[in-house]
C-alpha cells in the first residue's frame, strides 16, 4: 500500500495550500515521479480517483502524472547516465562508485484551484 500512503501525502499538502490561499476546490495536480521511486503509475492512478473522492477539495481532481528519467552519477568519471539502463555501473568507466542524482522524487510540480 506503498502509492495510498503518497497519495494521501499529495492530498493533505494540496489541502494544506486551499486552506491558506482561501480556495475551495482543486480540479487538477500535477505530480513528478522519479522513475526508480517505486510508484507503480497504473496503481497510483486507482488509488487517487478513489482517495479525492473522499476530500471535500479533491473532489473529481485530475491528476497529471509526470515521470522524471533516473539519473545515476559516477564519482570516478564525473559523468551521468541512466539508471534504469545501466544500474549501479558505470557504463564509461565501470566504475560502481556511483549514486543516483534525480529519479528518486515525488513532487507536487503545481495544482489549479479556484
Ligand atoms: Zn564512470
Known sequence: MHELGIVFYVIKEAEKVCKEN???????????????????????????????ERSEYMKGCVLDLVVLKAITYCQDCKKTYSTVEHGKKCPYCGSERTYLATGNETLIKSIEAS
Not at 482561501?22 to 496503481?43: A, D, M, N, R
Open 22 to 52: 482561501h480556495l475551495t476546490h482543486v480540479s487538477k495536480l500535477t505530480l513528478e515521479v522519479g522513475e526508480v521511486s517505486s510508484i507503480v503509475p497504473s496503481y497510483f492512478r486507482d488509488c487517487w480517483k478513489w482517495a479525492v
